[in-house]
């Protein structure tokens, strides 16, 4: 079955710019999706189609994807970003939806 | 605003049958093309895809639980439901129902979730 990869953790400084990528054979191919979770809290979307940002998510928040690796780009990091971020792709060949094991963002 | 609550007993003892529901107000099951799909999250754990149902009734199970997962939809009562049979307490999770607009789409809406817990 697919299988996407994530670093379990990130650190960032506030004001500086995270990336966290997800990895995954030919991802370039796929749509791939992000949430963020907080403690407590549902997962929320912040990015769809690779790049897209749902109404209400700031524009810090983008997206790209190519080749076999996806990546979500937090600019100017502010301490209210710390949170879990899962990218998520939907497998065709089998039919499911795949996530990533997720990746603890850390504002330090 | 579409809202999705979920439903359901937050103790199931092992080898019983995990029930939940999910309500949805706001908007209706049975109008446009949307999947309704239940995800769970363990304790301390990432994020597992579980299986969707079309508004139709067809349904996508995650592989590795597509024998124990049963996913209906009924439209005339606007709520859908998850049954997952034969539980342990690997089982034990916070249970989400979600929407996406298609199968390849992101899921844009989400309930708030809810803990079972497997033990006897």
């Known amino acids: 079955s697919y299988v996407l990869t994530q670093p379990p953790s990130v650190s960032v400084a506030p004001g500086e710019t995270a990336k966290i990528n997800c990895g995954g054979n030919?991802?370039?191919?796929?749509?791939v999706h992000w949430y963020q979770q907080k403690p407590g809290q549902a997962p929320v979307l912040v990015i769809y189609?690779?790049?897209d940002r749902p109404s209400g998510i700031p524009d810090r928040f983008s997206g790209s994807n190519s080749g076999n690796t996806a990546t979500l780009t937090i600019s100017r990091v502010e301490a209210g970003d710390e949170a879990d971020y899962y990218c998520?792709?939907?497998?065709?060949?089998?039919?499911?939806?795949?996530f990533g094991g997720g990746t603890k963002l850390t504002v330090l | 605003q579409l809202q999705l609550q979920e439903s359901g007993p937050g103790l199931v003892r092992p080898s019983e049958t995990l029930s939940l529901t999910c309500t949805v107000s706001?908007?209706?099951?049975?109008?446009?093309?949307?999947?309704w799909g239940w995800i769970r999250q363990p304790p301390g754990k990432g994020l597992e895809w579980i299986g969707s149902?079309?508004?139709?009734?067809?349904?996508y199970y995650n592989p590795s639980l597509k024998t124990r997962v049963a996913i209906s939809v009924a439209t005339s009562k606007s709520h859908f439901s998850l049954n997952l049979s034969s539980v342990t307490a690997a089982d034990t999770a916070v249970y989400y129902c979600a929407r996406h607009q298609t199968l390849a789409a992101g899921l844009a809406y989400w309930g708030q979730g809810t803990l079972v817990t497997v033990s006897s």
């Open positions: 998520q792709v939907w497998d065709s060949s089998s039919d499911h939806v795949v």
């Open positions: 030919n991802i370039g191919s796929k749509s």
């Open positions: 706001g908007g209706s099951i049975n109008t446009g093309t949307f999947y």
């Open positions: 189609y690779d790049s």
């Open positions: 149902v079309y508004y139709t009734g067809s349904t």
